[in-house]
């Protein structure tokens, strides 16, 4: 079976501070993993995605994610934070045994930005 | 850029009602997905469809769920008998053809609401 925990389901930054959002993943086989972003009223949106290709993973909106499989993590980060970064981030995984398999979310963490 | 729509984006309908909620996945994808979220809740998991038959299903899919693809370019979900649990987002993805079909891609999402 695969999980994932989100640590932390509110992080707040100031705008331009460093953003970092925690996942880690359980899984029995090579996993593939996501991170999707929820903006208010709105469905989910890919940020990025690790399918055992490189290691660190850039994605949209300056966001980027390092999977680290000796830690079984895949946190998220960015640089500096920007307003509209505000919103609510889901990590996922699914099994790399073959397509269509359902993905596995956590609990979400929001993102608040401070002006 | 091709994109996941979901009718209607809002549903309010009576407890013990059928509700049909509707998808129109990306053009040349194959496995189409449901998902639902709860209010504050993380995104769980409901079915996967793929080459007309179902290939996966959760827990929560039981009896009074069942989906639908009724034509090339929808997909439906339907709940016969509608409970006050069933309110939630109902989210429907779909992904390209693999192996492997990683990626998958959320509309808006459906909010439905039983009174």
């Known amino acids: 079976a695969q999980s994932v925990t989100q640590l932390g389901s509110h992080v707040s930054v100031s705008e331009g501070a460093l953003v970092l959002l925690r996942c880690n993943y359980s899984s029995s086989v090579p996993p593939y993993l996501f991170w999707y972003v929820q903006y208010p009223n709105q469905g989910l949106q890919l940020l990025l995605k690790?399918?055992?290709?490189?290691?660190l993973v850039k994605g949209i909106n300056g966001f980027e994610a390092e999977f680290k499989k000796s830690e079984t993590s895949f946190h998220l980060t960015k640089p500096s934070a920007h307003m509209s970064d505000a919103a609510e981030y889901f990590c996922?995984?699914?099994?790399?045994?073959?397509?269509?398999?359902?993905?596995?979310f956590g609990k979400g963490t929001r993102l608040s930005v401070i002006a | 850029e091709p994109e996941v729509t979901q009718t209607p984006s809002h549903q309010v309908t009576q407890m013990g009602q059928e509700v049909i909620l509707r998808c129109v996945p990306i053009?040349?994808?194959?496995?189409f997905y449901w998902y639902r979220q709860i209010l504050g809740q993380k995104v769980e998991f409901l079915v996967s469809?793929?080459?007309?038959?179902?290939?996966?299903k959760s827990e929560i899919f039981d009896d009074q769920f069942s989906v639908e693809r009724p034509d090339g370019s929808n997909f439906t979900l339907k709940i016969r008998s509608t409970k006050l649990e069933d309110s939630a987002m109902y989210f429907c993805?779909?992904?390209?053809?693999?192996?492997?079909?990683?990626?998958?891609?959320f509309g808006p999402g459906t909010r439905l609401l039983v009174l």
């Open positions: 469809f793929y080459n007309n038959e179902i290939s996966e």
């Open positions: 690790y399918t055992s290709a490189a290691t």
């Open positions: 996922a995984v699914s099994s790399t045994r073959s397509g269509n398999t359902p993905l596995v």
């Open positions: 053009s040349n994808h194959l496995y």
């Open positions: 993805a779909s992904s390209a053809p693999g192996p492997p079909a990683e990626t998958q891609y």
